[in-house]
């Protein structure tokens, strides 16, 4: 075959190919972009100062704000956070550095059946067992929820994160008579820390989207929770009932439903974004970025 003629087929061939690659890509950025288009043009002009900052105050026709909603969200994801983060760090530390055997093999087996666990179960399961302790549906129950979910991403991907920092890092630490506990916290993990907080930060944009849990045992309050024990309300919850026609005025409640969509995508993303920037820190610092 004549040199340029084959020259020219390559071309054909790699052209035809990156086409392929860029409508799949369009193809799947559709039902995204469609996404956030519907509901910031139909949330945004909902949204205002006072939209933001006072409390539902209409119990059977969902008036008012969503102050209320966007508190008790983020009290009951913080409050599972300061569960599940923990103990996912310490998880992930001993898969990484000590888990060995089937005792670890075992830990890895249920942390992967957890991270894929329809969180309706995790709901129902917090329904039946923390609802009748308190009295009634609460932060604390929803907080339960949530922890369980967010745990098994943490552990995993702080696993991940750690297996990737060098051996010749511990063996430095190990070199200057480190002690092994204190390589792993003030080295390895230091080394890692940009991956691990990542992950945390993932899991904590999935649990503010978290609906099913939510509507199981948080409540749906008009008032500001003051404690684990209080019922409260969530902007998923805001969505869920304004959407379905919980409410008697559901012209009010859908408009609130989608400020409140608004709201919530604004806050996922945000949180996504500032993720993505910590990666691209994190190469760069690195040398991975060019």
Request: proline content about 3%.
């Amino acid at each position: 075959m004549n040199p340029d003629r084959h020259y020219r087929l390559r071309q054909w061939k790699s052209r035809a190919m990156i086409g392929l690659c860029v409508g799949a890509l369009l193809v799947a950025m559709a039902p995204l972009l469609s996404i956030l288009y519907e509901v910031f043009s139909r949330g945004v002009g909902v949204i205002d100062w006072r939209f933001l900052t006072e409390r539902q105050y209409g119990e059977t026709d969902g008036a008012g704000g969503i102050a209320n909603a966007i508190y008790g969200s983020v009290l009951v994801v913080g409050f599972a956070s300061l569960m599940a983060i923990p103990m996912g760090v310490l998880a992930g530390i001993y898969l990484s550095e000590f888990g060995r055997g089937r005792l670890a093999s075992t830990i890895r087996f249920f942390a992967d059946v957890f991270a894929n666990f329809p969180s309706v179960v995790i709901g129902l399961f917090a329904l039946i067992v923390f609802v009748p302790v308190i009295g009634h549906k609460a932060v604390g129950a929803a907080a339960f929820a949530l922890g369980v979910l967010m745990l098994p991403l943490v552990a995993r991907t702080t696993e991940e994160s750690l297996r990737l920092v060098p051996d010749h890092i511990r063996e430095a630490g190990h070199a200057l008579g480190i002690s092994g506990w204190r390589v792993t916290l003030q080295v390895t993990l230091s080394a890692g820390r940009a991956s691990v907080i990542t992950g945390a930060m993932l899991a904590i944009a999935r649990s503010f989207g978290e609906t099913a849990p939510l509507i199981l045992t948080l409540g749906a309050s008009t008032y500001f929770a003051e404690g684990l024990g209080d019922p409260s309300n969530a902007l998923t919850t805001i969505v869920y009932n304004g959407a379905t026609g919980a409410y008697s005025s559901y012209a009010v409640a859908q408009q609130r439903a989608w400020g409140a969509a608004a709201v919530l995508l604004f806050i996922v993303l945000t949180i996504n974004v500032v993720v993505r920037f910590v990666t691209l820190r994190k190469q760069a610092a690195s040398g991975g970025a060019r």
